[in-house]
């Protein structure tokens, strides 16, 4: 059911570490990162980065989520094991370091595989150039797609998401946006492929997130969804509806029509400026809460239909403000 599975960054949870463990000395473990998101009213899964925190004992380390009453919702590959992958993973044109790269990315989805988890999401955030006439775009196009193309037929029951981003750590990134994206994912083919939208990243790519979110839907499977906020000009990783309520708002409805059952994601991050992350991840969840109350309000009436036929902005835009505001929907 829409709005009932909550995940979250589990590198959040080392933000502000003395006010949750006064004596510690060094940086927190995995398991006490994960005790500390246990302690959120409401969330229920977390997503781990591989290699970072999954490469050791698959086995433990489910259960260790588990043990705390949490659910692993996927992992997500990170590609800074090899120094080499600055110049592309799936890009790379060393084909040794490419394939280091695809074969780290195999290795990834076996191990989620192993600890349950049903997805691994893919941010190819070092395909992409810095300078004109640093590369041959088709040739650059050519092996991402066939990267792509190798990690999906890997294991086809493990789905795979793509997580798209306009640039950091590179100035241009290849998969940029979601219609770029959507290209990709047709030219591969394969079933088990979807989309990731995190609404600042889709913010700064000047998309529409609801837009955005109805073209996957069209044209693919939205997989992921990672809510978050921010100015519009880089990934500020705030909290949900800070900047952008309006948007977030139309971005949950256009999800729930669209029918997407997976975990609402925080990708956030309190520990960019040291907030309490249990405190910041609850906000969270009640916003979200609030929204979804809010859509219910704007669905048992029929004028938000009316107007958006008729493309009134000034009536569509004063529903949106009251039920927000849980008035009673008088005009």
């Not at 349950?116 to 006439?133: E, I, K, R």
């Not at 991402?144 to 241009?172: Q, T, W």
Request: charged share 20%.
């Amino acid at each position: 059911m829409f709005g009932t599975r909550f995940a979250t960054r589990i590198n959040s949870f080392a933000s502000a570490p003395h006010s949750f463990w006064p004596e510690l000395s060094g940086k927190p473990t995995l398991g006490q990162m994960i005790a500390r998101a246990a302690t959120v009213e409401g969330l229920t899964e977390l997503d781990l980065n591989y290699p970072d925190h999954a490469a050791g004992d698959t086995k433990a380390i489910a259960a260790m989520v588990a043990d705390n009453g949490l659910a692993i919702s996927g992992l997500a590959m990170r590609y800074y094991t090899n120094p080499a992958f600055k110049r592309g993973a799936f890009t790379n044109p060393d084909p040794a370091v490419r394939r280091d790269a695809i074969d780290l990315t195999k290795r990834g989805i076996d191990a989620a595989r192993a600890m349950g988890a049903p997805m691994m999401t893919l941010w190819l955030g070092q395909d992409g150039w810095d300078y004109a006439f640093q590369c041959d775009y088709a040739k650059l196009w050519a092996d991402e797609v066939a990267g792509i193309a190798e990690v999906a037929a890997h294991d086809p029951d493990c789905l795979i998401s793509i997580e798209y981003k306009p640039n950091e750590p590179r100035s241009f990134a290849l998969l940029p946006d979601a219609a770029t994206t959507l290209l990709a994912i047709d030219e591969v083919g394969a079933k088990n492929l979807g989309v990731t939208i995190d609404f600042a990243h889709s913010l700064y790519a000047n998309e529409q997130p609801a837009l955005a979110a109805a073209h996957v839907m069209r044209r693919a499977r939205l997989l992921g969804l990672h809510l978050n906020d921010g100015y519009a000009k880089r990934d500020d990783g705030l909290m949900v509806g800070a900047v952008h309520v309006h948007e977030t708002l139309e971005l949950l409805r256009a999800c729930r029509k669209g029918g997407f059952d997976g975990a609402i994601y925080f990708d956030t991050f309190p520990d960019a400026s040291g907030l309490d992350p249990v405190a910041e991840c609850g906000a969270n969840i009640r916003t979200v809460g609030r929204m979804i109350a809010a859509i219910d309000r704007l669905e048992a009436d029929n004028r938000l239909a009316q107007a958006q036929a008729e493309q009134d902005a000034v009536v569509a835009v004063e529903l949106a403000q009251l039920a927000l505001q849980g008035r009673p929907m008088a005009l």
